[in-house]
């Protein structure tokens, strides 16, 4: 952007904005028209035939109008980045929302996907926070059939992992909870380090729950992603570009797959900051199908114990203003809240460490 005069930045603004605003090639009369430019249109159409060159714009026919290419846009948005905030007004609103409910994480991580599809008008993507450093909180062990005995783990984050294990024999209850408080005493805000060195020094029955133990624990951490929630598809599927094209559908569909969601999460993760905001325009080398698309993603979470990935899919033309403030901004709301629910957690996992 450096060989660019200012005129010729400005310029490109305005051919952005107004291609987001109505999906159709912008002509240089048009932007002297529409706001008013002291220019003349040859002097635009000669500015606009530069930014063509430099690789900003490009012309998709032979009819009069540029559109913006994925450089032009980065540079759009790389101006973004710096400044955007969501409105006041709209941020008592959205806060409100979410309080009222704070004591259910699970309904946030709903509200936080209707309420990124609303005010972006884009399909929102949401995944539920994850343990970073899975531990043990509580074991307990139900008799239920026979020799069937319900396992139940309780990890940090407060995730719970319930599971079937058999013993040699029928055990009573008042045995298997009095082996559950054993174990849990032995093993309580171990990692999955220390759950494997506790379970080769156990013997018989106790031994078996917790090699059952370690393979919830491996299964969670394996896991990069939480439960996803995705709302908006309809927001995508008007779009002018997208509107009846089976492509767009698949592209979406695409976002349900666990090997995608796992490299989106891994590119959120980027910027450890909370509220670090990243962009993807068309698709960055995600996937052929997102091609036409542009993301607007975030981490969120307590850094270090939980987090979790949100962010919008839109055209490549979406509002970036719009979408990066209220990204950044439900990423950060969405922290606080988290970081208020775990707080008991944090606080012993550091005693912990202080310990050791």
Known sequence: MEGLTERQKFILTLVIHEF?????????????????????????????????ELGYLRKPSKVAGSVPTEEGYRFFVGRLLRDTVLPEPEQRTISHQFYQMRQDMGQWIRL???????????LSLVTAPHPVDVRLRHLELISTRGREILMIVVLSGGDVRQKIISSEAPIPQDQLSAIAQRLTHLMQGGDLTAIRVSATQLTGFDQMVAASLVEEMEDVERSTTGEVFLDGVSHVLSEPEFAGSE??????????????????????MVSERVGGVQVLIGGEGTREELRPFSMVLANYGAPGYMTGTLGVLGPMRMSYGRSISVVRFLSNLLSNMVTETIADDISTYSEEVEEE
């Open 20 to 52: 987001t605003r109505s999906a159709i090639p912008v002509a240089s009369q048009t932007l002297v028209k529409r706001y008013h430019l002291d220019l003349s249109p040859a002097t635009v159409r000669n500015e606009m035939a530069v930014l063509t």
């Open 247 to 268: 492509d767009a559908l698949r592209a979406i569909q695409l976002l349900e797959e666990r090997s995608l969601l796992q490299d989106l999460v891994a590119r959120s």
């Open 112 to 122: 936080a996907a209707s309420v990124l599809a609303y005010q972006a008008r884009a």
